[in-house]
T-cell receptor
Framework: GESVGLHLPTLSVQEGDNSIINCAYS??????FIWYKQESGKGPQFIID?????DKRQGQRVTVLLNKTVKHLSLQIAATQPGDSAVYFC??????????FGGGTRLMVKP | KAGVTQTPRYLIKTRGQQVTLSCSPI?????VSWYQQTPGQGLQFLFE???????NKGNFPGRFSGRQFSNSRSEMNVSTLELGDSALYLC????????????FGQGTRLTVV
């Protein structure tokens, strides 16, 4: 099957700056997308999701953008904090409840 | 509300042995999915159980199996362990409807020696 991919394996930002993590997906049938945050030694933590009938969704300090034309997903984190340092995964769902994950992007926040 | 609970947290097994991992989903959740996470392959879907039935299956050999009980708790079993089975095994629970939030447990770290 097709898989979700990420452009940048590591992103380093200054505390207080905004972060943008990108993700490319290849399955045009995907209709549900999730961003997860995984800290060392822990399981993935749900951040935000978006369905294909939307192009933007906002949460607390996070925004997910979906561009179906170019099959692109992004996660924006406002005012990045040290506690945001983690690996971020995007995942797509195109077949039941089977999530296909991207390779992950490590976000490092410099104080 | 308690989260997803996986036991044990850590396991060390020898090649050729078999292992059983357990997952207790969030109360009220009927779907349990299992994923394998390795540095080389990332997060890969193993299978999903819903109402005691396997509903979806990933591309893993038959040595990997699972089941779900009437209380939605799930177990996965790996037989004839290989070194390459060393990984973090994650369980995710959800209500079970399509396109609903899936919440992960902390995982079981399996090391095969």
């Amino acid at each position: 099957g097709e898989s979700v991919g990420l452009h940048l394996p590591t992103l380093s930002v200054q505390e207080g700056d905004n972060s943008i993590i990108n993700c490319a997906y290849s399955n045009s049938a995907s209709d549900y997308f999730i961003w997860y945050k995984q800290e060392s030694g822990k399981g993935p933590q749900f951040i935000i999701d978006i369905r294909s009938n939307m192009d933007k969704r906002q949460g607390q300090r996070v925004t997910v953008l979906l561009n179906k034309t170019v099959k692109h997903l992004s996660l924006q984190i406002a005012a990045t904090q040290p506690g945001d340092s983690a690996v971020y995964f995007c995942a797509e769902n195109y077949d039941g409840n089977m999530l296909t994950f991207g390779g992950g992007t490590r976000l490092m926040v410099k104080p | 509300k308690a989260g997803v609970t996986q036991t044990p947290r850590y396991l060390i097994k020898t090649r050729g042995q078999q292992v059983t991992l357990s997952c207790s989903p969030i109360s009220g959740h009927r779907s349990v999915s299992w994923y394998q996470q390795t540095p080389g392959q990332g997060l890969q879907f193993l299978f999903e159980y819903f109402s005691e039935t396997q509903r979806n299956k990933g591309n893993f050999p038959g040595r990997f199996s699972g089941r779900q009980f009437s209380n939605s708790r799930s177990e996965m079993n790996v037989s004839t362990l290989e070194l390459g089975d060393s990984a973090l095994y994650l369980c995710a629970s959800s209500l079970g409807d399509r396109d609903t939030e899936a919440f992960f447990g902390q995982g079981t770290r399996l090391t095969v020696v």
